[in-house]
């Protein structure tokens, strides 16, 4: 499905400030994850961080953050190496069609970012930390392009699921 090779970010290269992102509630639309794999994802990519087995997953209070800051498998790339994030999900997120294929998002006419849904422990890493490494991994102030990658889909964008993270946002 994915025809050309992307460049993973494995380091914090950003830091810019905040004036260009957009925020905006995830009520408006559901993500719909990638369900196919990138052609060119190195290990650092596809391992999910080590969980504490000392404190029982049942015990755990989760939560989530979505973000799309250029290449979802970038932004994938950066928050797998953060303890306290227990998954990261690529996806696409803020358009008006359902279920769009790569194809669809990339002619700009959905309306979809690429984001990724991030589920992480609080006890372990707060929504600040996570907005901090958001905020110096790619730069807000380009408008629809990170890098090579140049399009809407590629906007700086934050999805907010309360009112806290939006506040914080």
């Given at each position: 499905m994915l025809n050309r090779p992307r460049v993973v970010l494995l380091s914090l290269v950003y830091c810019l400030s905040l004036t260009a992102c957009n925020v905006s509630s995830p009520s408006t639309t559901e993500l719909t994850t990638m369900t196919d794999s990138h052609p060119a994802e190195s290990a650092a990519s596809?391992?999910?961080?080590?969980?504490?087995?000392?404190?029982p997953l049942a015990g755990r209070q989760l939560a989530e953050a979505t973000f799309g800051g250029g290449c979802f498998w970038c932004v994938e790339?950066?928050?797998?190496?953060?303890?306290g994030v227990e998954k990261v999900e690529s996806g696409y997120s803020g358009g008006t069609v359902e279920n769009p294929t790569y194809d669809l998002v990339c002619s700009?006419?959905?309306?979809?970012?690429?984001?990724?849904q991030i589920t992480y422990d609080p006890a372990q890493v707060s929504y600040d930390e996570l907005l901090e490494v958001f905020w110096k991994t790619h730069d807000p102030t380009t408008l629809n392009r990170q890098g090579a990658d140049t399009g809407t889909q590629y906007r700086s964008v934050i999805f907010y699921h309360n009112a806290q993270q939006k506040e914080l946002a």
């Open positions: 596809t391992e999910q961080p080590q969980v504490d087995e000392t404190q790339a950066v928050f797998l190496q953060l303890q700009g006419l959905t309306g979809h970012a690429e984001v990724c």
